[in-house]
């Protein structure tokens, strides 16, 4: 098993990350229903990119020998804007949902 940057995967074996995912995309959707800041967003972006992009990132710094290539940047940005229009999706989700209420 590959080491990761906080070690999350070793503590909790591979559905702990998932888990822990879920939970911030449920906690953005509650913060869109109870109208909290839209800067829940990017802090929400930043925890789901925890795991998966910036341990990547880590691992490429980590690792002097392997040239930083435009295919991994473009991994690493792309991923970052995934998870950013996910937490964006579930703040309004939670907004919707309010409004229906």
């Keep these: 098993m590959r080491h990761h940057v906080w ?6 074996g591979g559905g702990g990350a ?3 995912s879920m939970i911030t995309i449920l ?10 800041s839209a800067f ?4 929400a972006a930043l925890a789901l990119m925890a ?12 690792n002097p020998a392997v040239p930083v290539s435009t295919k991994m940047v473009t991994y690493l940005v792309m991923g970052g804007v995934g998870w950013l229009l996910v937490a964006w999706a579930a703040y ?10």
């Excluded at 829940?40 to 802090?43: A, G, N």
């Design 27 to 36: 906690a953005t959707v509650a913060a869109g229903l109870f109208s909290a």
């Design 7 to 12: 070690g999350m995967r070793q503590v909790m």
């Design 51 to 62: 795991e998966g992009v910036l341990a990547k990132a880590w691992e490429l710094r980590q």
């Design 40 to 43: 829940v967003i990017p802090l």
């Design 18 to 20: 998932m888990l822990l």
């Design 92 to 101: 309004v989700t939670g907004a919707l949902l309010r409004g229906l209420a």
